[in-house]
C-alpha cells in the first residue's frame, strides 16, 4: 500500500470526532509544507512489536547519532493518542526551544523538547502551531 493510502487508513480509524481533528491537521500541514515527503509510521519494530502510537510524517531530515550512524527521518508528525493529537517537531538541537517559544502562546497544550500535546484544535491556536512546525522544519535543515 501506498504512504498516502496507509495515512487515508490510519486518519479514517480514529473515531469520528477525532478522524476530523486528524483530517483537519493532515491537510494544514501539507498547506504549510507542500511537497514534502510523506511517511507513515506503524508504531512497530524490526520484531513487529507495537512500541509508539502510529505516526504520520512531513518532510525531511538527517538524523545524526552519537556513535556516527546517519538515517534519513520526518521532520514533523502527527498521532492521535488516548486523550487528543500529539504533534511533533524533530530535528531541533535545542531541547527547550519549542516549550520557550511557542509554550506560552498555543494555547491548552503541554509543550515537551519536541512536543506539543493536546486534546482539539480549538484548545490551540493554529497559527502558533504552523509557525512552531515552520520554524522547525527550518532548525532542523530543511532536505
Known sequence: MTV???I???INSQPETKRGEMQALHTLILDTLPGCKLWFDDGTNDENKT???PTVGYGSFTIKYANGKTREFFQAGISANTTGISVYILGVADKTYLAQTYGKAIGKAKVTGYCIR???LADIDTNVLITAIQDGVKLSGDN
Open 51 to 53: 512500541v509508539t502510537n
Open 118 to 120: 493536546f486534546n482539539k
Open 4 to 6: 498516502p493510502g496507509q
Open 8 to 10: 487515508e487508513n490510519y
